[in-house]
């Protein structure tokens, strides 16, 4: 059974940075997206942060966190990265790593349905 595993999430002032990790158990990662999204709190909606294609050639943000949020990955360690700088209280939410087996195109990156597989989420708190 594939399980996707986030990490790195924590307690962070405002203005500081976080690197979330994502890694798969049950497979070698192998899979063509990888996302971020985000629950900012319990019953809202999982909100689209990040995605990337495996291959590396299409990457897209939600537009407000364009530029503070980077999305990555490392083949050679099969990780997937949201490396999140210049962080706000309002960032606060359980990030989650999604991936889907499909070289999702541009416009349906930000589709949670287009996603076959979930984290269980890791936790950002931003707070002085």
């Known amino acids: 059974q594939v399980q996707l595993i986030e990490s790195g999430g924590g307690l962070v002032q405002p203005g500081g940075s976080l690197r979330l990790s994502c890694t798969a158990s049950?497979?070698?990662?192998?899979?063509?997206?990888v996302g971020w999204f985000r629950r900012q709190a319990p019953g809202k909606e999982h909100d689209f942060v990040a995605?990337?294609?495996?291959?590396?050639?299409?990457?897209r943000y939600t537009e407000p966190l364009k530029g503070r949020f980077t999305i990555s990955r490392d083949k050679a360690t099969n990780t997937a990265y949201l490396q999140m700088n210049s962080l706000k209280p309002e960032d606060t939410a359980v990030y989650f790593c999604?991936?889907?087996?499909?070289?999702?195109?541009?416009?349906?990156?930000?589709?949670?349905?287009?996603?076959?597989?979930w984290g269980q989420g890791t936790e950002v708190i931003v707070s002085s």
């Open positions: 049950g497979r070698t990662f192998g899979f063509a997206t």
């Open positions: 999604a991936a889907s087996s499909s070289s999702l195109i541009h416009s349906s990156m930000n589709d949670r349905e287009r996603y076959d597989y």
């Open positions: 995605a990337l294609r495996w291959s590396g050639s299409t990457t």
